[in-house]
C-alpha cells in the first residue's frame, strides 16, 4: 500500500484543516487505517484509527471531540478533520495502514506496515 498524506498548512488557534490520505495499490477496506503525529522531540503520538471492513472509529483523549476521522472507499481516501485546533496540535502529521492488527494494537504505531511520508501542520497566530 502506498499512501499519500495531503492537507496540512498554518492556521489560527480556533481554526480547522481536513487532512487527507489517499492510498494506491491495496483497498483500504482491508486494512485498519490510522492517524498519528509526531511533535519536535516528541515520540509519534496515536490519533485515531477505523478498524478494518467497516469496523468502529477510535479516538485518542487528546483529540476526541475536536478530530473526526472519515472514510471514501470509492476513493480509497481517508481524512481528518480538524477543529478546534490548538498550540499544541503543531505536529507533522502521518496516516498509515496495516493488515494484520488485532483491535487491543491499533494505538501502537509499530504495529503498521504502511506510512504516508506526513504533511505539517502549524497552528500559530
Known amino acids: 500500500v502506498q499512501l499519500q498524506a495531503s492537507g496540512g498548512g498554518l492556521v489560527q488557534p480556533g481554526g480547522s484543516l481536513r487532512l487527507s490520505c489517499a492510498a494506491s495499490?491495496?483497498?483500504?477496506?482491508?486494512?485498519?487505517m490510522g492517524w498519528f503525529r509526531q511533535a519536535p522531540g516528541k515520540e509519534r503520538e496515536y490519533l485515531s484509527s477505523i478498524f478494518r471492513n467497516g469496523g468502529s472509529i477510535s479516538y485518542a483523549d487528546s483529540v476526541k471531540g475536536r478530530f473526526t476521522f472519515s472514510r471514501d472507499t470509492a476513493k480509497n481516501t481517508v481524512y481528518l478533520q480538524m477543529d478546534s485546533l490548538k498550540a499544541e496540535d503543531t505536529a507533522v502529521y502521518y496516516c498509515a495502514a496495516g493488515r494484520g492488527i488485532i483491535w487491543s494494537a491499533q494505538r501502537d504505531a509499530g504495529a503498521y506496515d504502511y506510512w504516508g511520508q506526513g504533511t505539517l501542520v502549524t497552528v500559530s497566530s
Open positions: 495499490g491495496r483497498a483500504i477496506n482491508n486494512h485498519v
